[in-house]
């Protein structure tokens, strides 16, 4: 499966902001449903967003939703995750994840095993 490579990740301040970007390591055909997860130690790992390249309304989480906002540049080939208003509960490992899809599907877009491609994850820390 196409490896994904994730940057931005980094740490901040209570308030502050962050761009997370994911960019796969090779060009793959057809539409797919991208996301980030996170995962924070002795937790679950958790969705958080979720786009479909084809188009559509994005996904959110419910503890980012207002605060998050998922986006691509298909010139690019880059899904970006932009965060603000960070709290230190935010604060994790965040991975990208894809699979080749016709959609994201509600219900089934925040569900890990889902995915077939994955990133080495970015780390976010906010400071309170």
């Known amino acids: 499966q196409v490896q994904l490579m994730e940057s931005g990740g980094g740490s901040v301040q209570a308030g502050g902001s962050l761009r997370l970007s994911c960019v796969p390591s090779e060009y793959t055909y057809g539409e797919k449903c991208m996301a980030w997860f996170r995962q924070a130690p002795g937790k679950e790992r958790e969705a958080v967003a979720a786009l479909w390249t084809g188009g559509g309304t994005p996904y959110y989480g419910d503890s980012v939703n207002g605060r998050f906002a998922i986006s691509r540049d298909n010139a690019k080939n880059t899904v970006y995750l932009q965060m603000s208003s960070l709290q230190a509960e935010d604060s994790a490992m965040y991975y990208c994840?894809?699979?080749?899809?016709?959609?994201?599907?509600?219900?089934?877009?925040?569900?890990?095993?889902?995915?077939?491609?994955w990133g080495q994850g970015t780390q976010v820390t906010v400071s309170s």
């Open positions: 994840a894809a699979r080749n899809a016709h959609d994201c599907y509600p219900g089934t877009w925040s569900s890990n095993s889902w995915y077939t491609s």
